[in-house]
C-alpha cells in the first residue's frame, strides 16, 4: 500500500495519519487513488496546511463523511504550527479528528509505541482467536482487552509498528470476513473460534436497525453560456462546507411540486429532470431534480462552468444529480 515505508525507510507520520483519516468508513481499493492524488497535490502537512479549504474539500470530493476532510484541513494546520505530529497518545488525540483509534495507529506505526490499534480486521481477528461472542457494538470492550493482550506479548512490544501492521494484514488477506483461511494461519492452533468450528460466524452483529427515509428537491438551473448555478452548503452538519444544486431542506415527508416550487432559485420553465437515490449512514435520501435554462443566472449561490464541474468540491449524492439532470439534457 502507497502509504507504507519501504524497507529500511523511515515511515512518514503524515502519510501515516492522511491514510487512516481517509480508510476511515472507506475501503483500501476506494482511498487508493484518492491516496496518491492527495499527496500529489499536498505532499507534506505543511502544503495541506497552506491550501485554502477549498482545495481540500476538492480533492476529497467522493470519500464522503465530509467532516473528515475540514478536520483534516485543521489538524494540519495545528501540526504545521507546532513543527510536527506529537509523539504521544495524548498529544495526537488533542488534535482535530485524531480519535483513540487513529492516535494508536499513527502511534505505533510512525513513531513506535508500543499500543495496538483495534479496527474492523482486528476486532474480527480478535473475536475470532479468543471466541468472543458478545454481538457488536458491545463486544468493543473484550476485543480491545484482546488486542491489548496480543500486544503486551514482548515481541510485539519490541516491533510495535510491525506488530500493528501484521494484524491489519492478517485481518485482510487472511481472516476475512467470509471464507477465512484458517488453513494457512500462523495463529491456527491458538484459535478458539476455529476449534469452537464457529470461527466463520464471528463476530457476531447486532440486527440492523431500518434506515428512515427523507426527500429533497433540487434544481439544474443553466444559462447558454454553459454555467451551472451552485450554492455552498453551511459550513457545519452534514456535508458542510461542499457545494451544491439549489434545492429544498431535506425531511421525512415527500414535497409537493407547488411546495418545492417555493425553494426554487428563479422563475423559470422548469420540467422534471429524474429521481436520485443515496444512502447516507442513517438514513437513505430520495431526490427529486428539475432543470431549466435561463438567459441569465441569478439567485442564492455563484456560477460555475459545467465543464469544469469535475474540479468542484461537489460531494457523491450531488455528482448524481448533475449526472441526471445532464442525462436529460443530452436526451432533449
Known sequence: MPWRAKPGLTTDPYRVWLSEIMLQQTT????IPYYERFVSRFPTVEALAEAPLDSVLSSWAGLGYYARARNLHACAQAVAAMGGFPRDLAGLQALPGIGVYTASAIGAIAFGLPTVPVDGNVERVTARLF?????????????RAAAEALGADPDAQARPSDFAQAL??????????????CGVCPWLDACVGRRLAIAADLPLKAPKKVRPVRYGVHFWLTDPAGHVLLRR????????GMTELPGTPWREG????????????MTAHWRPAGQVRHGFT?????LQLFAAEVPKLEGEGFQ???????QSALPSVMRKCVKAAQGLVAEK
Open 28 to 31: 483500501v481499493t476506494a482511498v
Open 254 to 265: 415527500i414535497w409537493t411540486e407547488a411546495q418545492a416550487m417555493k425553494y426554487a432559485p
Open 282 to 286: 442513517h438514513f437513505e435520501l430520495i
Open 304 to 310: 460555475h462552468l459545467i465543464a469544469d464541474l469535475g
Open 168 to 181: 491489519f494484514d492478517l485481518g485482510a488477506t487472511l481472516c476475512t470476513p467470509t471464507s477465512p483461511g
Open 233 to 240: 452548503r453551511p459550513s457545519s452538519g452534514l456535508l458542510g
Open 131 to 143: 471466541a468472543i461472542e458478545t454481538p457488536l457494538p458491545a463486544a468493543k470492550p473484550a476485543m
